[in-house]
């Protein structure tokens, strides 16, 4: 799986890894898309030549950034329409409703805080758009979340393999690390919901 995620990124290059960051942090559908993955497989790539750091990140951070922006503006325009949609083959409205959750509880902050949470990034902005948070706070969390998610990322993949001879051979483990900790949260979140959930409705009291 690393040799493969490798590959992939050394033959998306610049415009193939613009666009499947922007996809990922702007689609409805890019929740599907490998994001923390990606970007150290990105990183390592820079350090071994493949790709020039200095025009990678910033490359990187504006697909971020404008990714959001394009979740933002969907969520803005849909709205409350949004929440009566069917599940499709590319779209799990469970997945809009976590977010949703999620951003009542963090507010603005979430739009940060998501960044480093798979799934829960791709449908952040479009719950901000929907709860009409004003555009100049959301740009605020946008800029500052695509910086640290985009570089701490690409970062750990870059000095990694300065620091690891042989990384190809543990790659499997740090992604699959890094996947683990950016699902941690979210699924968390969701088993203190359930829980919740049994308590009120094992309680009579409750539920009045």
């Not at 960051?21 to 890019?30: N, S």
């Not at 898309?33 to 025009?55: K, N, T, W, Y």
């Not at 009409?132 to 605020?140: C, L």
């Amino acid at each position: 799986m690393p040799f493969d995620l490798v590959a992939l990124v050394e033959w998306a290059g610049y415009i193939g890894l613009f666009s499947i960051v922007f996809a990922e942090t702007g689609l409805l559908v890019g929740f599907l898309l490998p994001g923390d993955s990606l970007l150290i497989a990105a990183g390592l790539l820079a350090q071994r030549g493949h790709f020039v750091l200095e025009l990678l990140i910033p490359l990187l951070i504006v697909a971020a950034i404008t990714g959001d922006a394009t979740g933002y503006a969907i969520g803005r325009s849909a709205g409350p329409r949004l929440f009566a949609r069917e599940d499709a083959r590319f779209f799990r409205r469970r997945h809009l409703d976590r977010a949703r959750v999620f951003y009542e509880r963090h507010g603005g902050q979430t739009i940060v805080l998501a960044r480093f949470m798979a799934i829960i990034r791709t449908f952040a902005p479009t719950i901000a758009g929907a709860a009409g948070m004003s555009y100049s706070r959301f740009t605020f969390y946008n800029v500052t979340g695509g910086i640290a998610w985009v570089g701490s990322m690409t970062l750990v993949g870059f000095y990694l393999g300065e620091a690891v001879p042989n990384l190809d051979a543990v790659l499997f483990l740090v992604v699959g690390a890094v996947i683990a900790a950016s699902l941690a949260p979210a699924a968390w979140h969701l088993w203190r919901e359930r829980r919740a959930a049994r308590r009120v409705a094992s309680d009579p009291a409750r539920r009045r």
